[in-house]
């Protein structure tokens, strides 16, 4: 581990996943990427993210039960909401991240959490 906080991803578009990573690498995360919410799900007792971002729209187990259970396991995570619905249509978070996603978008986020 590089003892840069970890950045969990959960996004099952690559380009999407490379997009995220680049972002939270400049603002200095390490990133966990996983393609669903049982991949990421999976590895709970390996990881201890500071930072969640889930894409809603996932195959199998939805984004919206996939943060239900990051923020049970994991309660003092940012948890971060991506997608292409309306931001209205999102479950509770601590921010959203309409897609297209952007660099100052996620730096914006980063800036807003607690420190």
Known sequence: MTGRPLALVVEDTP???????????????????AADAESAIAAFDDIDPALAVIDLILPGISGQECARRVQTRFPACFLVISSVLDAADYPPADAALPKPITGAAVHDIVERMPR
Do not use: I, S, T
């Not at 380009?15 to 390490?30: M, S, T």
């Open 15 to 33: 380009d999407q996943v490379a997009l995220l990573r680049r972002y939270l690498d400049r603002e200095g995360y390490e990133v966990f990427a």
